[in-house]
């Protein structure tokens, strides 16, 4: 990893953010790379009936094609959720679509779902799980932007992908595809979770039990997100991830791309997408595990995530400004704390100052 960030990172940093991307993709698929080295038997972590070596994944929107989910295990990952895919192929939004906030370690983007299409996605899966790979790799399912019934591309996605997913992600929460975040109102959220949760369960006696996971905006309001977590739970999901991108903007940024539209990410989303992730915790009271996402950008910043509620974490835009050395400090940073503390796992951890956050003043 240090040589990847030593000698690929400097270009990737001068290039146009979607090329430096591509880039950064194709390289990993060339690298040869070794097995990482095993965790420390305390990170390992099991949550949705399946097993994590560690808890520290990356996040969908990286290998958004299930390029590389293996190169991405072997630099030690403990999962990827590849994605997100899409039912037909489409190309998304306009280019420039990406930007980073260099000056605020942020980045916006407004990609709107490009996909290869749930084909080609498919057939790498599929050659995957044939040559025996192991790892767990989730797939993060939408909608095409231009489908009349959009329940149905996800039921449709998960019908397909259920032989060869470890999860699945249902996005309803990207703000770059019109009307989608409209999925997460309680009357549609309610439809669209039957749906899915019954296609879970027909593909069960072929594909075995698939979990599903929710993928919410940290934008919800508190009253929004009593509903959804109500209707997470009364239909059974597995878990949910908190959160994607936000369309507000922290006073304070410095970067004059902070003016660009898109959702946004990174280190300036951190203090919002942990304080809803909080908020979460204790209003899933336990039901099914999260998934901490937004804005990791050191070891505190995971442990932070992880007392907030998190069992499981997400990194990306981190690493454009850190590195891939970054998955070593989450990593080395939890095992510190485990050992400071006494743990035995991470599970001792999770959720202990859920409670406390819930009280603070609401992070601006």
Do not use: C
């Not at 996800?154 to 703000?175: G, K």
């Not at 932070?304 to 069992?311: N, S, Y």
């Amino acid at each position: 990893m240090g040589m990847f960030d030593r000698v690929i990172g400097p270009l990737l940093a001068k290039l146009d953010a979607e090329d430096a991307h591509r880039l950064a993709v194709r390289a990993l698929r060339l690298a040869p790379l070794p097995r990482p080295r095993p965790d420390d038997r305390r990170l390992a972590v099991r949550a949705f009936g399946l097993n994590f070596p560690n808890p520290v994944g990356i996040a969908a929107g990286f290998d958004k094609h299930a390029e590389v989910p293996d190169a991405l295990l072997k630099l030690g990952f403990g999962f990827v959720e590849i994605g997100t895919v899409t039912p037909r192929p489409q190309v998304g939004n306009l280019r420039p679509r990406i930007f980073r906030l260099s000056a605020d370690q942020g980045v916006i983007n407004r990609l709107g779902f490009n996909s290869e299409g749930a084909d080609i996605v498919l057939k790498r899966l599929a050659a995957r799980a044939r040559a025996g790979e192991g790892g767990v790799v989730g797939v993060n399912v939408g909608a095409n932007k231009d489908s009349a019934d959009r329940s149905a591309d996800y039921t449709r996605l998960i019908e397909m992908f259920a032989p060869v997913a470890s999860y699945f992600t249902v996005n309803v929460s990207s703000p770059n595809t019109p009307g989608l975040r409209d999925l997460q109102q309680a009357a549609a959220l309610d439809e669209l979770l039957a749906r899915v949760v019954e296609v879970r369960e027909r593909v069960r006696g072929s594909a075995g039990p698939v979990p599903v996971l929710l993928k919410i905006a940290p934008d919800l309001t508190l009253s929004d997100l009593d509903d959804v977590v109500g209707i997470a739970r009364s239909r059974r999901v597995d878990g949910m991830v908190v959160g994607n991108t936000t369309i507000s903007r922290p006073p304070g940024l410095r970067d004059l791309g902070k003016s660009e539209a898109g959702g946004l990410s990174g280190k300036p989303l951190f203090r919002l997408s942990t304080r809803m992730l909080a908020e979460t915790y204790v209003r899933a009271e336990g039901a099914f595990p999260l998934i901490g996402a937004g804005g990791i950008d050191s070891g505190a910043a995971a442990l932070a995530k992880v007392r907030a509620g998190a069992t499981l974490l997400q990194l990306y835009s981190a690493l454009v400004f850190r590195g891939l050395g970054l998955v070593s400090d989450v990593k080395d940073t939890l095992v510190g704390a485990l050992t400071a503390g006494r743990h035995d796992s991470l599970a001792d951890l999770v959720g202990a100052d859920a409670a406390a956050m819930t009280a603070e003043d609401w992070p601006h």
